[in-house]
């Protein structure tokens, strides 16, 4: 760490620990409640139950049922950048994060997409930390390879997990060009026990350190980040898992949306005239594939009730806030190229390497159009769970008029804990959502992907596809699939949302992105 951001770093962790003393601990008469953010990998905006997909996630629907759900909330196009977002309440370019991470051998210039979080930044482990937190992580990093950017160097007292991307649930497979990676307390750890499964190995280190907490920490307040891998590809699950989708699916991806359309169209998520906006002419696709993706998304959840189960027995789930999201839209990537399935393998086994196919994806996104990758609505859109008993002062409810995005988190759990957001956060505080108002956003949402560009202001979203290099204008009232692009009926809307972007984009700095030096990193390696 140079010595600027070093001295940058001090000054605001200095303001941080000054401003848990200044702030009104109001505190007194309430303690501060323990958080734990609930992150799913590559999960599709309606991949549950509660949302019409015929995946069982009873969990997250009691949790929807009893809490807060936000239709209108966004993330990054890819997992890195939502994660750096996250956990620092800035825009990903801002800490290093504009694309994903480099190895830890590489020397990147350092900038938008060195492939690090940027050290000099303050994450909401160590914000949360300074104002007596401890704090955990249990999953997915994927925020920096060299051990100096682990999470022990950014505020997690302990940690578990992947800190690289996608992995087998199974194993770490050390024979390929993108090294993998876990950790264990900021030490390398390799999975050791033949019946190693991912999703059961992060939950299982969560209920430690939540049982660790409670010994020895008593009522003190905890962070637990909890970074599921799943639904992410490979297709991997138990075989018992598998077998409760076995009938679930057929060959016609077609059918699934149209039965997710209802669903969304009953909790009034869609309009009554949008047949025509919704994309439903998908190719087939292979039942088992979904089955296994299925399986996947119930593991999560069967984790997370291990979660809630546990929180019941120690009787902290009143004032534990809970959110649950998913990193960005389903994957339609083909990873065959990677060479790592055997074709002896069953699927969804230790040795297969497969992802679900651009079909299934779609059906995953429904309503939306587009990909993990975009910009589009199928990309960027997730549903976001927020339940908290003894902070929410109003019924449960669906809000479908407050726009939210991923970085607003940020300075919303810092105010519920007590803690002042640093002034140079980009998010928004949504705390008043807790208490029956909805979020009226003061500044347009931006975002920036190799190449593909966004902008949503209120009812309008303007995207600018690489492939077509122009800007398209829907509006998402009336046009929740983005079918209908009305940039020629509304020239100045659209002039005015992509100049409102390009000053972003500079502000920012989202140029200089070089897909072959970053390819050229994992060649050397």
Request: aromatic content about 10%; some cysteine.
């Amino acid at each position: 760490m140079n010595m600027r951001c070093l001295m940058s770093r001090l000054a605001s962790l200095a303001l941080l620990l000054t401003s848990v003393t200044v702030l009104p601990v109001l505190a007194e008469e309430k303690s501060p409640p323990n958080i734990i953010v609930i992150l799913l990998d590559d999960a599709g905006f309606s991949d549950y139950s509660f949302l019409g997909a015929a995946i069982q996630t009873p969990t997250i629907d009691a949790l929807a049922k009893s809490g807060i759900t936000i239709s209108n909330f966004y993330v990054q196009p890819r997992c890195s950048p939502t994660r750096a977002s996250l956990l620092t309440g800035q825009h990903p370019h801002s800490v290093g994060l504009g694309f994903l991470t480099t190895p830890a051998t590489a020397s990147p210039e350092p900038g938008p997409f060195q492939g690090f979080l940027e050290p000099s930044s303050i994450t909401l482990a160590e914000a949360l930390k300074a104002r007596g937190y401890r704090t955990y992580l249990s999953g997915k990093w994927h925020l920096g390879e060299a051990k100096r950017h682990w999470p022990e160097q950014h505020g997690f007292d302990q940690s578990f997990g992947l800190i690289s991307g996608a992995s087998s649930y199974y194993e770490l497979i050390t024979d390929q060009p993108m090294v993998r990676r876990m950790a264990l307390n900021g030490a390398d750890w390799t999975p050791t026990d033949t019946d190693f499964y991912m999703t059961e190995a992060i939950t299982d280190f969560a209920v430690e350190r939540i049982n660790q907490h409670v010994e020895n920490q008593g009522s003190k307040p905890f962070f637990l980040y909890l970074a599921y891998t799943a639904p992410h590809w490979p297709l991997h699950a138990p075989r018992s898992a598998i077998a409760e989708y076995s009938n679930h699916f057929d060959g016609n991806p077609n059918n699934a949306v149209t039965h997710r359309v209802s669903q969304l169209r009953s909790l009034g998520l869609l309009p009554e005239s949008d047949d025509k906006r919704i994309s439903t002419e998908l190719t087939s696709a292979d039942p088992p594939l979904m089955a296994v993706y299925a399986a996947q998304m119930t593991e999560a959840d069967r984790g997370i009730a291990i979660i809630r189960a546990l929180l019941d027995d120690l009787e902290l789930s009143d004032n534990t806030l809970i959110a649950v999201f998913s990193d960005n839209g389903a994957s339609a990537e083909d990873v065959s190229g990677r060479n790592l399935h055997n074709s002896d393998a069953r699927l969804g086994d230790k040795g297969s390497y497969l992802s679900y196919g651009t079909s299934w994806a779609s059906v995953s996104n429904t309503p939306f159009r587009g990909h993990k990758g975009s910009t589009y609505e199928g990309g960027i859109r997730s549903p976001l769970v927020l339940y908290w008993p003894d902070g929410t002062t109003t019924p449960p409810r669906l809000d479908k008029t407050s726009i939210v995005s991923v970085a607003d988190l940020y300075p919303t759990l810092l105010s519920v804990a007590g803690v002042e957001t640093p002034p140079d956060s980009v998010g928004e505080d949504m705390s008043k959502l807790f208490h029956g108002e909805t979020l009226t956003r003061a500044a347009p949402l931006f975002w920036e992907h190799l190449g593909w560009r966004g902008a949503r202001d209120g009812d309008w979203k303007a995207v600018y596809d690489p492939s077509t290099k122009r800007w398209q204008l829907f509006n998402l009232t009336l046009d929740p699939g983005e079918q209908m692009d009305v940039s020629s009926d509304y020239p100045k809307m659209t002039s005015r949302l992509a100049k409102a972007w390009e000053q972003w984009s500079e502000q920012v700095g989202t140029n200089g992105f070089d897909m072959k030096v970053w390819q050229s990193y994992y060649r050397a390696n």
